[in-house]
């Protein structure tokens, strides 16, 4: 099915589950410790051994040497795969580190060998006696080393708009404030673990991975096979965040170690390997400029992104969201890429908005109170409803930020449309008492998903996508509109995931899964309706399907009688897309409170009101952006990589040193979804909220700690360290 051109009225407009509040269908499963992650498999493969990884010990250079003997001659060793001894694998997709094999070194915790044994503790004590010796190389490990020499991160240049120098010389107030973030781990619950097993020349990987068919067509180049011979299932992941987007060391370890050995191999990567092994958010150095009459209006706004990365790597492109957000005549973005010798970056939840919006919406606060305006009003002022500010050519498909904007404020008891709020002018006891807001946008995008749809003879509907769940709702949303469609109650729908063998679906990831996914579930439903139709001799556009039933007129037949039939289809979009940015907007407020003594930070109550399209379940959805909530806390507050310059790797490997917040941290977080819906993204009229929520909330974060303490610190986390010798003096 083609979707080319906007959604008219339809039966999600008056939809009897879809939109409504339903608890997760997968969530007794994971309440009772039943749900089959990757790791615990050990029913899909007899006799399955225990993979444990090495790590590099140097971040750059070559190895030696390697003697694996004694590894080898260990008792319950069954095979040991040393990279020295094995051809350089190739590369799959968004893969620009080493995966495995060779002798040259890229960065700190690269795989280098792996050891096979009877049990998990064995193959761990066989991996210690490795012997290694390597040849270290120079490195580059800093950023703002790096930062002079970085070129831009495209060919195309700066994108500009007007004259931006000039109208910032000429404007009566500005801001030039440069902010930094530090690189972050996505330190999800469960590790990257693979079990692997080959039958002949064809293998199957039970794994934790967000995008399967992206999976399997990598694994194919990465290890020279079919990508045809390869099977590739994840039902269920504890958390991907962008960093399970595409395949990393302990599928292909897996794989190797499989065939090396001759037995199915399980591995769970090891902890310190996930945060240097695999992929992280990229440091950034980000230069703001805005330019401003005195009645608030922005006249001249300028973006300057600085990242690092691996060579052939993309960057944390921090300038993303400044095109869509603010209006302003003279404009200029640029992101620039410096070559470091660190762990390789790459996506993590709403990767470049995320950090971005921690500078943007910070200087849009500095500009609101050298202005002495309300935050809330200096953004409403430089709204854009129609066309995007950085590219007026292209139409906005629906946009409600500032109904986001003021609900927000009354809601959280912000008054806005006076002056701005009075830094370090609240106390309660001890407590330095401090607001902040910002604003948040983020692309909604949609991609091409597929679906097949089966009813039963018993008048049960099973839908079968290779889409994941993530811990993001996806098979209740997924249900809900396969219920919705086929007029069956949602208890009579069963929804099957994350497996190659089934149809290829958007995957999780980029805030596409929800809008995309239901939508080619939609497509098939429709087409197994038409299917019905045919079967039974009657137009299945034109049919009632409710209640079990199928009406057409006078005549009313079971759905039951239909089956067993199937059918699937994908739903692709036309080129009337292309004029259009689909888009969500949020407003975000938080009130935190500063001991005035000690500098810690306690965050009290936060809000965002998020305009998103049609919420497809507003019980999931609700858990999506508080969860982002927290995230945007951790960015704000407690989240760094420490890096070791000297060495290059990150320090605090783990959840001890790398310290990340949790619900408890926040005693109260609100969502509101305004009743909003979007006729260009797709027939469901939904746009996702799964990274809007990271979006914005921890410049609210920082601009209420300035609130509270009167000290702006301008890079991340605001550990109170950076800001404790300037809080304001206690009395007695």
Sequence with gaps: MEFNAPAGNNLFDNAKVVGKSTPRIDGPLKTTGTAPYAYERHDVAPNQAYGWIVGSAIAKGRIASMDVTAARNAP????????????????????????????????????????????????????????????????????????ADAPLASDSGPQTLGDFESAFAAAPV?????????????????????????????????????????????????????????????PFLGGGFGGKLFVRADAVLAALAAKASGRPVKIAMQRPLVFNNTTHRHATIQRVRLGAGQDGRITAIAHENWSGNLPGGGGEDGTLQTPKLYAGANRLNANYLARLDLPEGNAMRAPGEAAGHLALEVAMDELAEKLDMCPVRLRLLNDSKDVVPGDPETRISDRHLDRCLREGAQK??????????????????????????????????????????????????????????????????????????????????????????????????????????????????????????????????????????IGLGNRSIALADAGPISAEDSMTYGDFKQDYDVGTYAAHFCEVAVDAYTGETHVRRMLSVCDAGRILNP??????????????????????????????????????????????????????????????????????????????????????????????????????????????????
């Design 76 to 147: 319950g060793v069954i095979a040991v795969v040393a990279a020295p001894e094995t051809d350089p694998v190739g590369k799959g997709m968004a893969n620009y580190a080493p995966l495995f094999g060779g002798s040259e070194i890229a960065h700190y915790h690269q795989a280098i060998a792996c050891v096979v044994a009877e049990t998990f503790e064995q193959a761990r004590a066989a991996a210690n006696l490795i012997q290694t010796r390597y040849e270290r190389a120079e490195g580059q490990y800093d950023l703002a080393a790096a930062k």
């Design 174 to 234: 500005t801001v030039d404030a440069t902010y930094h973030t530090p690189d972050e781990s996505h330190a999800m619950m469960e590790p990257f673990a693979t079990i692997a097993a080959w039958d002949g020349d064809r293998l199957t990987l039970w794994t934790s991975n967000q995008m399967i068919q992206w999976g399997k067509q990598s694994l194919g180049k990465i290890l020279g096979i079919s990508p045809d011979k390869i099977r590739v299932d994840s």
């Design 412 to 549: 959280f008891g912000w008054a806005h449309g006076g002056k701005f709020p009075r830094p370090a002018s609240r106390r309660e006891g001890r407590w330095l008492m401090g607001m902040g807001m910002s604003a948040g946008y983020r692309s909604g995008p949609a991609l091409q998903s597929a679906a097949r749809i089966r009813l039963g003879a018993d008048g049960r509907i099973t839908v079968e996508t290779d889409m994941t769940d993530i811990g993001t709702g996806s098979y209740t949303i997924i249900a809900q509109t396969a219920a919705e469609v086929m007029g069956v109650p949602l208890s009579h729908v069963q929804v099957e995931l994350g497996d190659s063998r089934y149809p290829v679906s958007a995957g999780s990831g980029g805030q596409w899964g929800a809008a995309s996914s239901t939508a080619g579930v939609y497509a098939a439903c429709v087409n197994l309706r038409r299917a019905i139709g045919e079967k039974l001799g009657f137009d299945g556009d034109a049919a009632t399907f409710e209640n079990g039933r």
């Design 619 to 732: 019980l999931s959805a609700r858990s999506q952006v508080i969860g982002a909530m927290v995230m945007s806390v951790g960015a704000a507050l407690t989240e760094e990589l420490a890096v070791d310059k000297r060495f290059g790797f990150f320090v605090n490997h783990d959840l001890a040193g790398y310290e990340v917040p949790v619900h408890a941290d926040i005693p109260h977080q609100e969502v509101v979804f305004l009743d909003t819906l979007d006729p260009i993204i797709s027939p469901m009229k939904a746009k996702g909220v799964g990274e809007l929520g990271i979006c914005g909330p921890g410049a609210a974060v920082a601009n209420a700690v300035y609130n509270a303490t009167g000290v702006r610190t301008r890079a991340y986390p605001l550990t109170l360290d950076k800001y404790l010798d300037q809080l304001p003096a206690v009395d007695g």
